[in-house]
């Protein structure tokens, strides 16, 4: 299993639909989560961190499942401007975070 | 506070040249990262650092190097470009270890 694998897309979606992703991690012992937003051709951004009893920033949900060993990320009300690739990111214990390859989003008129 | 500041932002080398892509944070972060992306792929960990004085090896560090004198400035260092090194290349710093990560803009290098 890879240490953090995401679908890579693309997701095609109308403005206004609500859309979500999964990422799966390895590592159990996995304490800290993040969600990225990339741009074509620019840095990655933080989005959001990911707590264990989920948490909202405005149109973004994330939520966390141990059990599992995935995170969550659902965009409600898709805009235009949401368009881009996201990227889950988890740590690895001692060793420095590990990013996802990422999923493309494409939220069309 | 420019946060973390890559220099150059593009640049074109050929087959054996070197060149030290720069990375500077006024961050006062401990840790330091260089990554590589290739186009339409993931990040790529090269090296790190997790304090002034200490560098780790990442997932591909083959044909760079990299020095951590001071807290400030973590620069990449390539020897004899090959046309495999072509990619934009970001610096990250943390805080710590399992903070979010804080990137530069990117270099994007061209080997020919």
């Known amino acids: 299993r890879k240490e953090v694998e995401q679908d890579p897309g693309p997701f095609n979606v109308p403005e206004g639909a609500t859309v979500a992703f999964n990422c799966t991690y390895s590592n159990s012992a996995s304490q800290s989560f993040f969600w990225y937003r990339q741009d074509c051709r620019k840095e990655p951004k933080l989005l959001m961190s990911?707590?264990?009893s989920g948490n909202e920033d405005g149109r973004f949900t994330a939520q966390l499942n141990r059990a599992s060993q995935y995170i969550s990320l659902l965009i409600r009300d898709s805009k235009l401007s949401d368009s881009a690739t996201y990227l889950c990111?988890?740590?690895?214990?001692?060793?420095?975070?590990?990013f996802g390859k990422g999923t493309r989003l494409s939220v069309i008129a | 506070n420019a946060g973390v500041t890559q220099t150059p932002k593009f640049r074109i080398l050929k087959i054996g040249q070197s060149m030290t892509l720069q990375c500077t944070q006024d961050m006062n972060h401990n840790y330091m990262y260089w990554y590589r992306q290739d186009p339409g792929m993931g990040l790529k960990l090269i090296y790190y650092s997790v304090g002034a004085g200490i560098t780790d090896k990442g997932e591909v560090p083959n044909g760079y190097n990299v020095s951590r004198s001071t807290t400030e400035d973590f620069p990449l260092r390539l020897e004899l470009a090959a046309p495999s090194q072509t990619s934009v290349y970001f610096c990250?710093?943390?805080?710590?270890?399992?903070?979010?990560?804080?990137f530069g803009n990117g270099t994007r290098l061209t080997v020919t």
């Open positions: 990111v988890v740590n690895k214990g001692n060793t420095p975070l590990v």
């Open positions: 990250a710093t943390s805080p710590g270890g399992n903070s979010p990560l804080h």
């Open positions: 990911v707590y264990s």
